[in-house]
Structure formats: structure tokens, C-alpha cells
């Protein structure tokens, strides 16, 4: 299904964006096949029985944002080279780059490059910049102001017109609710 529309690939798996076989009862190793699908955005294989190493081509899935296989990063793969920080939420999470070591018996876990946002939009990286932006907006508003005269004036005079209109419509307001009739016979 994508976007509403049940669609079949059986030539052109290229155009495949996300694949989620979670909870379907999949056994034995994670099929190689997969690490083919080099537009794979979105690939989800967790809460299964799957066995055996995860195959280290699934590095070569260079598109891919999110991944859902079980508790271990793959070795010699470009997720190894992802910081740390991007597998925020993750618990259970194990081998490098994290400090963790896989136990046998733990359950699956997600890796997911930003953390339920769909969109990607909201990472470190989008904090990081709005706050350099507000920093440099605010600066160059009070420098604006602070350097300019004739601007500090017209703002200042702006803002005493704005509080002038507010203190009248406030006023009329109450007069207006004075003069409602507080019982009706």
C-alpha cells in the first residue's frame, strides 16, 4: 500500500520506498535480497524470529532513514559510522558505535535515524540552526534599533499608538459591558 493505493512490484522494485514485515512471523535469517532495494527509505523487520548475523550489505542501502531490525548495529557498515546521538531511544541497542555489548536473549529494538519524525525535519542539526537564527534575527532587530534613530523612533512611536488603541478598545469595552443589563424581568 503507498499512499492509500494498493500498488504490486514485481519488475520494478526500484520505486520501493518502505517495506514493513514487522510482527509477521518471519523466521530464519534476514533474506540478503533486501539489500538490494537501493531506494529503501524505510525498512521494518522487528518484533519477528529472525536468526543468524544481519548481513553487512545492508550498509549498502544508502537512501535508508529507518531501520527496524533487532538488537544489533551491523559491523562494516555505514550505520557504524553514524554518531551515536542518532540512536537516541534505543535502549537495547548494541555493539559499535554504542558502548553497549549484545547479550543473547534481548528483544528486538528499533533503529530509527529520527526518532518518529516522518518527515526528517527535526533533528539536532534543525535546534542548532533556529537557535543561531533567533540569535542573529533578535541581534539585528536591537542593533537595528540601537544604531538607527529615525527607526527607534517610529517603533517606539508605533508601539505607544498600539498601546493607545488597546487602552480605547479596552475602555469601550467595559463601558459597553457596564452598561448591559445585569437581570432581564
Not at 559499535?96 to 549484545?102: A, E, T, V
Amino acid at each position: 500500500m503507498w499512499k492509500g493505493v494498493d500498488r504490486e512490484y514485481d519488475k520494478n522494485l526500484t520505486y520501493l520506498k518502505s517495506i514493513d514485515l514487522s510482527s509477521s512471523k518471519l523466521s530464519g535469517e534476514i533474506p540478503v535480497e533486501i539489500t538490494t532495494l537501493e531506494g529503501l527509505r524505510s525498512l521494518n523487520l522487528s518484533r519477528n524470529s529472525l536468526t543468524g548475523p544481519i548481513t553487512p550489505k545492508i550498509g549498502n542501502l544508502n537512501l535508508l532513514d529507518s531501520l527496524a531490525l533487532s538488537r544489533k548495529i551491523p559491523f562494516n557498515t555505514k550505520l557504524q559510522s553514524v554518531d551515536a546521538h542518532e540512536y537516541a531511544g534505543n535502549p537495547k541497542l548494541c555493539e559499535s558505535p554504542l558502548p553497549n555489548k549484545c547479550l543473547e536473549a534481548e528483544s528486538p529494538t528499533t533503529i530509527t535515524r529520527y526518532e518518529d519524525n516522518e518527515d526528517g525535519i527535526v533533528t539536532p542539526e534543525f535546534f542548532i540552526c533556529a537557535a543561531i537564527g533567533f540569535t542573529v534575527g533578535f541581534r539585528g532587530i536591537l542593533g537595528s534599533l540601537i544604531l538607527n534613530r529615525s527607526l527607534r523612533h517610529a517603533y517606539l512611536e508605533f508601539l505607544n499608538q498600539t498601546k493607545d488603541r488597546l487602552y480605547v478598545a479596552m475602555v469601550l469595552n467595559i463601558a459597553k459591558l457596564q452598561r448591559w443589563p445585569t437581570t432581564r424581568s
